[in-house]
C-alpha cells in the first residue's frame, strides 16, 4: 500500500483546493485547514501552529506521511519535515523555492495590509481571478472552502521569519521540488536544490504558480509515484 498523502494549501485558500487530485490519487489522503483558513478561519496564524496541524494530520493516517504543499503549503511542508522527521516520510514542495528574506517580502507584507483594510473586496476580486486563471473543477476547488484574504499579513509575518533553506538542510529524507517553469517562485530553486540531502528538481512546462494544478491527473500520478517510492523506503 502507498504511503499516505497530506496535502497543505496555499495562503487565502483551504484544503478543497486539492479535491480534483485528490479524486484521482490512488494513495489514501487528507487536506486539512491550515490556522486561519477554512473550517480554522479566525484562528490566529503562526508557523508553530501550521506545523502541529500538518503533524496531527499525519498522526491521523497512521504516523507518517508524504507531505505535499503548495506555496504557503510548501513553506509548511517544508517547516514541518524539519520540525517532525520522524512523521514525515518524503516532502514534494511546489511553488516555494524563493527564499523570503528577499527584497520582495516588502512587497508581500504591503499586500497583507491592503487585504487586512478590506479583505470582503478582497476575498471577491480573488474568486474572480481563481476561476478565470482555472476555468472548471480547479477553480472552483480552489474557492470552494471559502477564502480568508485577513490572515495574510500574519502568514507573510510567519513565512518570512523563516529560514526554509536551513530547515530543508536539517532534513534528511526524499524532497521533490516540483515547479511551474513560469513560476516567478522558482527563483532560487537551485540553492533550495543544493539545501536538500536528497532531493530532485521538475519544473512543469508552461505552468505557472497556482495554473501547476490545472493538470490533476498528471499531478496525481507525480504524488503517487512519490508515495510509492517513499513506501519502499525504510523509516
Given at each position: 500500500m502507498s504511503m499516505p498523502v497530506v496535502f497543505v494549501h496555499?495562503?487565502?485558500l483551504s484544503?478543497?483546493?486539492?479535491?480534483?487530485v485528490r479524486a484521482l490519487l490512488r494513495a489514501?489522503?487528507?487536506?486539512?485547514?491550515?490556522?486561519?483558513h477554512g473550517r480554522r478561519r479566525g484562528l490566529p496564524y503562526g508557523t508553530e501552529a501550521?506545523?502541529?496541524?500538518?503533524a496531527e494530520t499525519i498522526a491521523d493516517l497512521g504516523g507518517r506521511a508524504l507531505v505535499v504543499g503548495l506555496s504557503l503549503g510548501g513553506y509548511v511542508g517544508i517547516a514541518t519535515a524539519a520540525r517532525h522527521p520522524d512523521l514525515v516520510a518524503g516532502l514534494v514542495a511546489m511553488g516555494c523555492t524563493a527564499r523570503p528574506d528577499r527584497p520582495r517580502a516588502h512587497a508581500y507584507r504591503l499586500a497583507g495590509r491592503l487585504a487586512a483594510r478590506n479583505p470582503a473586496l478582497v476575498d471577491r476580486v480573488s474568486r474572480f481571478a481563481l476561476r478565470r486563471m482555472l476555468p472548471g473543477a480547479a477553480g472552483e476547488a480552489m474557492i470552494e472552502g471559502g477564502l480568508s484574504?485577513?490572515?495574510?499579513?500574519?502568514?507573510?509575518?510567519?513565512v518570512t521569519a523563516e529560514d526554509p533553506l536551513a530547515s530543508l538542510a536539517a532534513y534528511p529524507g526524499r524532497v521533490w521540488l516540483l515547479n511551474g517553469a513560469r513560476d516567478p517562485f522558482r527563483v532560487d530553486e537551485s540553492a533550495f536544490l543544493r539545501a536538500c540531502a536528497d532531493g530532485s528538481l521538475t519544473?512543469?512546462?508552461g505552468r505557472g504558480h497556482l495554473t501547476v494544478l490545472a493538470d490533476p491527473a498528471g499531478l496525481a500520478r507525480?504524488?503517487?509515484k512519490a508515495a510509492e517510492d517513499v513506501s519502499a523506503c525504510p523509516a
Open positions: 496555499g495562503i487565502r484544503g478543497t483546493m486539492w479535491s480534483p489514501p489522503s487528507a487536506a486539512p485547514d491550515l490556522p486561519g501550521a506545523c502541529d496541524v500538518v484574504s485577513e490572515v495574510v499579513a500574519s502568514v507573510v509575518a510567519a519544473h512543469l512546462q507525480f504524488i503517487d
